[in-house]
């Protein structure tokens, strides 16, 4: 029996315009990730893995143009209205940047509730799904602490958490751990790995999505594929 892909890209294409002159940086990449699969994307620096990511969630437009699809469970998000594509991305969808991308002013319960918050639903019942998800994550006694109070692999913890908020079909990992140091960059990745092979607090598992520069963080996915002159490559 096939299985449809919880994500799908064909054909997408971004140019910018640096001192006047285009700048093409994806030239027709495709892919398709299955449930609960786990894909990486890797390319040198530049090749336009993050600007990929950011589209693929549908926080960033294509060029227009082109016979482009970006479909979410089958919601094509450059043919949908942005209240819609705002809500596949809070519901469908979790992201992981690199630079943690938490709220100063609020505590780390409140950080993690914002997804549901933008679904209507921050109530009771999203809040104990917040502390389940921060204790999971090892964060149990920190629960009422800032960002700033926080090392950086803790507000790393508390953003896998918030992308887990709203039990995602879906994870966009961007370079997690490009900010830590390989020890605790280690920990990171087992528990994002952990989650995504085997859900949280009840979810079923999301697939995962992750960019990086690094092969042995590539290695530990089910594909590789490789951003190189605009293209994706097995």
Known sequence: MTRDPVLLAADVHKTYVLS???????????LHVLPGEHVAIVGKSGS?????????????RPDPGHETAVRILGSDLLRISEAR???????DVGFVFQSY??????????????????LGSADAASRARA???LE????????H?????????????VAIARAMMNAPAVILADEPTGNLDAGTGAQILDMLFGIARNGATGQNPPALVIVTHSE???RRCDRILRLADGALQP
């Open 20 to 30: 006047k002159k285009p700048l093409s940086i994806l030239r027709g990449a495709s």
């Open 48 to 60: 336009g893995k993050s600007t990929l990511l950011h589209i693929l969630g549908g926080l960033d």
């Open 85 to 91: 594509r705002a809500k596949v991305r809070a519901h």
């Open 101 to 118: 991308h938490l709220l100063p002013e609020m505590d780390i319960v409140d950080n993690v509730v914002l997804p549901a918050m933008a």
């Open 131 to 133: 502390t389940a998800l």
């Open 136 to 143: 999971m994550a090892g964060l149990g006694e920190r629960l």
């Open 145 to 157: 602490h800032h960002p700033r109070e926080l090392s950086g692999g803790e507000q790393q913890r």
């Open 216 to 218: 042995d963080i590539a």
